[in-house]
């Protein structure tokens, strides 16, 4: 795994890209983590994006929302993200996934399956992750670099101006 800590070049690149994840990771109704994720090809830009939310067929209550639950209906940003991408018929292979959360084995699973090369997360996110969700962000890591996935993490400050929020486990925290 690559850590990138500057602002020029492929960190510039991985900061406006993750700025574009957390944007969207600003969307999800989830009370309790917002999560965001972009599919970018190298020659043609932004294909496809997601952020962790039910299926759109399904009518989530706030009761649904607030439940022990809620985790049966609501899809990763990653897994919509890709979703996304295949819905309006995108060959995701060779492209970049840039996420808010490093992936879950799921989402590992389907990054590995849809031929994305490369993954890009924030540092400063995956600082936060603790006991078993740590764990499992750890695994899809491992999944995925086992498969030949570049695995990138981009360590800085997302939102400057402090104008993102977004809620993880619960509190509200600025990228």
């Known amino acids: 795994m690559k850590i990138i800590n500057e602002n020029v070049g492929e960190g510039l690149l991985c900061k406006t ?11 999800s109704p989830d009370p309790s983590t917002q999560v965001g994720a972009v599919i970018v090809n190298p020659t043609l830009g932004p294909l496809s994006h997601g952020f962790n939310k039910p299926p759109d067929r399904i009518n989530m209550t706030d009761d649904m929302l607030n439940s022990k639950d809620k ?16 819905y309006a018929k995108y060959d995701l ?4 996934m840039y996420s808010t959360w490093a992936a879950c084995p799921d989402c590992a699973r389907a990054i590995i399956a ?6 890009v997360s924030h540092k400063e996110m995956y ?14 890591i491992k999944m995925m670099e086992d498969a030949g996935i570049e695995m990138v993490i981009w360590s800085g ?19």
């Open 17 to 27: 890209y993750l700025h574009h994840a957390y944007k969207m990771a600003q969307q």
């Open 71 to 86: 985790n049966y209906y609501i899809e990763h940003a990653e897994r919509n993200a890709i979703l996304d991408g295949l």
């Open 93 to 96: 292979k060779g492209c970049t």
């Open 114 to 119: 849809c031929g994305i090369v490369k993954v």
């Open 127 to 140: 600082d936060r992750y603790t006991g078993s969700m740590k764990k499992l962000v750890d695994i899809g």
């Open 157 to 175: 400050i997302i939102s400057e101006h402090k104008r993102i929020k977004i809620r993880t486990s619960g509190r509200v925290w600025t990228p």
